[in-house]
């Protein structure tokens, strides 16, 4: 099992950027496939990205593609998420999680473990 906290969320004009920040416990870290979700108030959550273990492959969502990237360093059991190009529809609470296994999935119900979330707020 692993514990996720996540960090970096903040107040950020449009068109700004922001990195996020999952920290991981554990020692088996490059054993988990990440994944970042996010959700609004008064939405269901939804996925943003994931990325393998270590093959390098990520996955986007539609919404996000192109402006958003995952990455992750597993020396550091450390995930992230670069964010470019932010528009007030991206503001909402975003959490990191993860599963084990070899797989990327863009269903929230693929993942065993959550972190608490940190705020991202987009201003126009």
């Known amino acids: 099992q692993v514990q996720l906290v996540e960090s970096g969320g903040g107040l950020v004009q449009a068109g700004g950027s922001l990195r996020l920040s999952c920290a991981a416990s554990g020692r088996t870290f490059s054993s988990y496939v990440m994944g970042w979700f996010r959700q609004a108030p008064g939405k269901q959550r939804e996925f943003v990205a994931a990325c393998s273990r270590s093959d390098g492959i990520t996955e986007y969502s539609d919404s996000v593609k192109g402006r958003f990237t995952i990455s992750r360093d597993n020396a550091k059991n450390t995930v992230y998420l670069q964010m470019n190009s932010l528009k007030p529809e991206d503001t909402a609470v975003y959490f990191c999680?993860?599963?084990?296994?070899?797989?990327?999935?863009?269903?929230?119900?693929?993942?065993?473990?959550w972190g608490q979330g940190t705020q991202v707020t987009v201003s126009s």
């Open positions: 999680a993860a599963r084990l296994g070899t797989q990327t999935y863009m269903t929230e119900s693929r993942y065993s473990y």
